[in-house]
């Protein structure tokens, strides 16, 4: 009996470096060059993706703990958080929610202005970290639809610091098919 799980295939599925985010990737039709211009920026300390269930149990009288089963799955939230090092008109918009940028109010500069409401618009269609696995030249992508910030904007700056945009972004059902869990995972085959 084995007491570890590494094996010859193990190098092969290691995932590997912070990996990169893409605003309104195509998984299948976005090539290095369409996707380059998709690029959020540049990030520090990485990124925590998470998916998080909502499973309720269905109770009876009688039972001492947990059935199998008998789980129900009641939603997922799925949120991707990050901090964004490069401070961008479109790095606070993305944090802000619901913002407007204006290019022409001051020369020189860009004018953000916070909204006081959510618009379908404000959702983006999609953010997508893709990531490298040390055993494909394919890499993984985990794409949350309909992404919106939730915790707001934040701005930390230090001497002898870089400033950077914390953002933590939430995936959203859609309500044309609520179904449709807002999450898409791919992983590459390795040989």
Excluded at 143 to 163: Q, T, Y
Aim: charged fraction near 20%.
């Amino acid at each position: 009996m084995k007491f570890t799980g590494l094996t010859t295939n193990t190098r092969k599925n290691i995932q590997l470096d912070a990996g990169a985010l893409y605003k309104n990737f195509n998984v299948g039709t976005d090539t290095p060059a369409t996707a380059a211009a998709k690029l959020i920026g540049a990030t520090e300390g990485g990124s925590q993706i998470s998916f998080a269930p909502e499973i309720r149990q269905i109770a009876a009288d009688g039972v001492k703990g947990p059935t199998k089963g008998y789980e129900v799955m009641e939603s997922v939230t799925a949120t991707l958080s990050t901090n964004i090092k490069e401070v961008k008109p479109e790095s606070v918009k993305l944090a802000l929610a619901a913002a407007t940028v204006d290019t022409t109010a001051l020369t020189g500069y860009s004018k953000i202005t916070i909204n006081d409401e959510i618009l379908d618009t404000d959702y983006i269609d999609n953010i997508t970290w893709i990531g490298k696995i040390s055993g494909s030249n394919d890499p993984v992508m985990i794409v949350l639809k309909n992404v919106l910030c939730l915790n707001g904007f934040s701005f930390a700056v230090a001497d002898k610091s870089e400033g950077v945009v914390p953002v933590t972004l939430t995936a959203h059902y859609d309500v044309s098919d609520l179904e449709d869990v807002p999450v898409e995972i791919y992983i590459p085959d390795v040989a």
